[in-house]
């Protein structure tokens, strides 16, 4: 078993080492992954998620990886490409996993643990959404939300429900925080969080996601938090030059929020049409925030040089703390701050980008 160990301040130690009665174990097959490099990761505190063991499936598509318990409950995944399966350890469990290369992400089995029995049930009742409707089938499907939701209040400070909350198909965030029931299932979950697992890096990011999409403040609220606007993020341009989200948020202005790619497929297109509303309104006041995920920092540096707003990048090694910061999980994501300085919209739809920025300027 070849090892990939990765460290870094702030990770947590997960010391791999052959069969015992101290390690928990996740075991299972792939169907069509024979040969191929499975690699087992786990997150930082950050969220970003980093191989910590990797190995080749047998003939036979069968695959097992070992690991000592982390302390508190965690969430792994094994991945084979750009296809993940996610799984739950509390202790010293034996996970097994069982899936299809093509569909692994989506098609995936786990068993073994009261846990990832949850999980699983939070995966069929996707699959079985999707498979009947596709991905619209889970927008504002509010049926789904309070059984999806019944999972998660049975063990609000579990991983699943951590894991549910943070769910997407495709490019739809199942537990949208900015609509009011999915907010208060993110806030049970993040009162929780508070009250059984109080120095999880976890329960200040649940914590912060919960207050920054409350809209009206109740009498019954457990949580107790600093109000804040917005997430920081102080990142460099091309010339070294950091710039602060709050600095930009805080002068007067209207700024659009986007995270992107610009080697992604949609990534010209898009600053073409930022370009066109950028010239078109930042005479009233119109400013743009563009944070850079290339994993190539040259050719990010090749196409920012010629950007007029502000463009600045994430490093890989930062990894995508950011992204879970704001909750995103695909790119391009675009945010609009209003002349307060406050997140005011979530913008999925590009044709209505102007339309919106309009709204406040």
Not at 18 to 43: F, N, Q, R, T
Not at 240 to 262: C, M, P, Q, W
Request: glycine share 8%; charged share 20%; hydrophobic share 40%.
């Amino acid at each position: 078993m070849k090892k990939l160990i990765y460290t870094a301040a702030g990770l947590t130690a997960l010391t791999l080492a052959s069969c015992g009665s101290s390690e928990w174990k996740v075991e299972g097959k792939i169907d069509g992954a024979a040969g191929k490099d499975i690699i087992l990761e786990a997150a930082n505190e950050a969220g970003a998620w980093y191989g910590v063991d990797t190995m080749t499936v047998a003939d036979d598509g069968t695959f097992a990886f070992n690991g000592a318990p982390a302390g508190h409950p965690e969430i792994y995944r094994v991945r084979i490409g750009s296809e993940a399966a996610y799984f739950p350890i509390d202790s010293l469990e034996t996970i097994t996993l069982t899936g299809k290369i093509g569909n692994l992400a989506n098609g995936y089995t786990i068993a073994g643990s009261p846990e990832a029995d949850n999980m699983q049930r939070v995966n069929q009742l996707l699959d079985s959404t999707t498979k009947a409707g596709g991905e619209q089938a889970i927008v504002g499907n509010e049926q789904l939300k309070r059984r999806l939701s019944d999972v998660v209040l049975r063990n609000p400070a579990g991983m699943t429900a951590y894991y549910t909350i943070f769910r997407r198909v495709g490019n739809t965030q199942v537990f949208d925080p900015a609509v009011s029931f999915d907010n208060r299932i993110i806030g049970a979950v993040a009162n929780a969080f508070n009250e059984k697992r109080p120095s999880d890096p976890r329960t200040k990011m649940l914590t912060e996601l919960f207050i920054r999409n409350r809209r009206n403040t109740q009498a019954t609220d457990t949580i107790v938090a600093t109000e804040i606007k917005h997430p920081d993020i102080a990142l460099a341009d091309i010339n070294g030059k950091v710039h602060r989200l709050s600095d930009e948020t805080g002068r007067g202005n209207v700024v659009i929020l986007n995270f992107t790619a610009y080697s992604a497929q949609e990534g010209p297109a898009l600053n073409v049409r930022l370009n066109e509303i950028y010239n078109a309104h930042k005479n009233q006041g119109l400013q743009i925030f563009q944070v850079g995920f290339d994993p190539d920092e040259y050719l990010w540096r090749q196409s920012a040089k010629n950007i007029p707003w502000i463009a600045v990048y994430n490093p890989t090694s930062n990894g995508d703390a950011v992204l879970m910061t704001y909750n995103v999980g695909a790119l391009p994501a675009l945010f609009i701050f209003n002349r307060n300085g406050d997140l005011v919209e979530r913008v999925t739809d590009l044709s209505k980008l102007d339309a919106t920025v309009a709204k406040y300027l």
